[in-house]
T-cell receptor
């Protein structure tokens, strides 16, 4: 069974540009989560999809971030326009159910905004 | 609000030493508690978990016990190996099923 995959593994963009991160969850996992770790700080929750619906987007920092999960399969996270403080590692995770069930993580996308 | 506090690193130990990484939490209700590990160049992996008070999670020689009275979930291993070198994260799930994370502790094991 393939794990959670993320693309790209690393992205370097200039301030003001747009970047789109992609996450492919484990097949059959309805729940998909986005987290990010800004340098030197804790990993923070961004949002949670159940199938194609946004269950909780309370962690999205501002309206420059847009997440989608069309068809309830893969998800994209777009940052437009990117700012310096958006630099960090963006993790995606999926799980078959909510609650105490394990969230399976992808390797992360390292975003560097210069 | 909910939060997790874990000891700052890096923690440097010699092979076969005893390991403790402290983790305490603040939460309403009855959260589930987790330890995740990130090996160099890899993603986050669940190491162990506990879902209720007094539960002990264990995996790969690591253990942690859910202590409600002290709001703690300390990670221990009796004899560490060089291959245990990684970053360890303590986390809890809140009522919205989000993971709330500690800052991470980098563990360095020297041969």
């Amino acid at each position: 069974e393939a794990g959670v995959t993320q693309f790209p593994s690393h992205s370097v963009i200039e301030k003001g540009q747009t970047v789109t991160l992609r996450c492919d969850p484990i097949s059959g996992h309805d729940n998909l989560y986005w987290y990010r770790r800004v340098m030197g700080k804790e990993i923070k929750f961004l949002l949670h999809f159940v199938k194609e619906s946004k269950q909780d987007e309370s962690g999205m920092p501002n309206n420059r971030f847009l997440a989608e999960r069309t068809g309830g399969t893969y998800s994209t996270l777009k940052v437009q326009p990117a700012e310096l403080e958006d630099s960090g590692v963006y993790f995606c995770a999926s799980s078959p159910r909510q609650g105490a069930y394990e969230q399976y993580f992808g390797p992360g996308t390292r975003l560097t905004v210069t | 609000g909910n939060s997790v506090t874990q000891m700052e690193g890096p923690v440097t130990l010699s092979e076969e030493a005893f390991l403790t990484i402290n983790c305490t939490y603040t939460a309403t209700g009855y959260p589930s508690l987790f330890w995740y590990v990130q090996y160099p160049g890899e993603g986050l992996q669940l190491l162990l978990k506990a879902t209720k008070a007094d539960d002990k999670g264990s995996n790969k020689g690591f253990e942690a016990t859910y202590r409600k009275e002290t709001t703690s979930f300390h990670l221990e291993k009796g004899s560490v190996q060089v291959s245990d070198s990684a970053v360890y994260f303590c986390a809890l799930t809140d009522s919205n099923y989000q993971l709330i994370w500690g800052a991470g502790t980098k563990l360095i094991i020297k041969p």
